[in-house]
Nanobody, 124 residues
């Protein structure tokens, strides 16, 4: 059983930055395509970005493109998401997800494992 645990969320002022981490255990992290999604109250789960198994060619959703960086450390079994220039509309629960077969997807359905989420709140 794969366990994903997010951390790093919290309350941040608009314009600030935040780095989220997702620690994986119980599986073969280096073989998974990984992604970040977020969900705000009353809204659907939204694709934030994804990265392939080797950590090449990260891809970002339109809402965070140009101010975010996704990376991974396969030796530490950890996925990261840094968001800069945070806005109140970035407020959401952020989830990491693992897909055991390539490629990654912007659709949440194909992902096999999910973390419990970490809350990010951006104050104006």
């Amino acid at each position: 059983q794969v366990l994903l645990v997010e951390s790093g969320g919290g309350l941040v002022q608009a314009g600030g930055s935040l780095t989220l981490s997702c620690a994986a255990s119980g599986g073969t992290f280096r073989t998974y395509s990984m992604a970040w999604f977020r969900q705000a109250p009353g809204k659907e789960r939204e694709f934030v970005g994804a990265i392939d198994r080797r950590g090449y060619n990260p891809y970002y959703g339109d809402s965070v493109k140009g101010r975010s960086t996704i990376s991974r450390d396969n030796d530490k079994n950890t996925l990261y998401l840094q968001i800069n220039s945070l806005k109140p509309e970035d407020t959401a629960v952020y989830y990491c997800a693992a897909k055991t077969s390539p490629p990654w997807s912007s659709n949440p359905r194909p992902y096999n494992y999910w973390g419990q989420g970490t809350q990010v709140t951006v104050s104006s």
